[in-house]
């Protein structure tokens, strides 16, 4: 169950549909972001990254897909139909990939890629909020779905924080000139 404003249950479906519908939007908006964010990437590490976030948000999409189809068929979320769809969250760079990146980044003078991660990051973070907020207010099943999105999510932020936060530390610390 679902709580809302009033009595603290959301009645019918159709609110949870609203629900799924509005995060599959904002996953489909991360995936396209991604993809658009790869033409602006001069890093092959961070080309690589961004392709493997793109297949994870294929899966949370699919996932999600299949959480509406549940409640559109059964009326409720059958989490045991969506298990193959489980992620475990990816170490997007290794040690060693992860400090020849950043030194990339700084020689190359790569300033769109902070823009980039730094963007990555608040849509991540969004997302994550929104899954835990909902996650908050639902028990069972959906709760268990919502708490799997978040953590996916999560992993994500942790990611591009992690890299918008070097890279502006970075940047911030160079001798710009005179």
Same mark, same amino acid.
């Given at each position: 169950?679902?709580?809302?404003?009033?009595?603290?249950?959301?009645?019918? %479906?159709?609110?949870?549909?609203?629900?799924?519908?509005?995060?599959?939007?904002?996953?489909?908006?991360?995936?396209?972001?991604?993809?658009?964010?790869?033409?602006?990437?001069?890093?092959?590490?961070?080309? /690589?990254?961004?392709?493997?976030?793109?297949?994870?948000?294929?899966?949370?999409?699919?996932?999600?897909?299949?959480?509406?189809?549940?409640?559109?068929?059964?009326?409720?979320?059958?989490?045991?139909?969506?298990? %193959?769809?489980?992620?475990?969250?990816?170490?997007?760079?290794?040690?060693?990939?992860? /400090?020849?990146?950043?030194?990339?980044?700084?020689?190359?003078?790569?300033?769109?890629?902070?823009?980039?991660?730094?963007?990555?990051?608040?849509?991540?973070?969004?997302?994550?909020?929104?899954?835990?907020?909902?996650?908050?207010?639902?028990?069972?099943?959906?709760?268990?779905?919502?708490?799997?999105?978040?953590?996916?999510?999560?992993?994500?932020?942790?990611?591009?924080?992690?890299?918008?936060?070097?890279?502006?530390?970075?940047?911030?610390?160079?001798?710009?000139?005179?």
């Amino acid at each position: 169950m679902t709580k809302n404003n009033k009595d603290g249950y959301i009645t019918g %479906n159709k609110n949870l549909i609203k629900v799924f519908e509005y995060a599959l939007n904002q996953e489909e908006t991360g995936k396209d972001f991604f993809k658009s964010s790869l033409k602006r990437m001069g890093i092959g590490a961070a080309v /690589s990254a961004f392709k493997r976030l793109i297949e994870e948000e294929e899966k949370h999409i699919l996932f999600i897909k299949g959480i509406l189809n549940n409640l559109e068929q059964e009326g409720k979320i059958n989490l045991s139909n969506l298990k %193959n769809m489980v992620l475990e969250p990816t170490d997007y760079f290794d040690t060693r990939a992860k /400090s020849e990146f950043l030194q990339q980044c700084v020689d190359g003078s790569m300033i769109p890629d902070v823009t980039v991660f730094n963007t990555a990051w608040l849509i991540e973070r969004d997302l994550c909020e929104f899954y835990e907020r909902m996650a908050e207010n639902t028990e069972g099943e959906l709760g268990g779905a919502l708490l799997m999105l978040s953590r996916w999510e999560k992993s994500h932020e942790k990611f591009f924080k992690e890299y918008r936060d070097k890279l502006s530390d970075t940047y911030s610390k160079m001798p710009w000139g005179g």
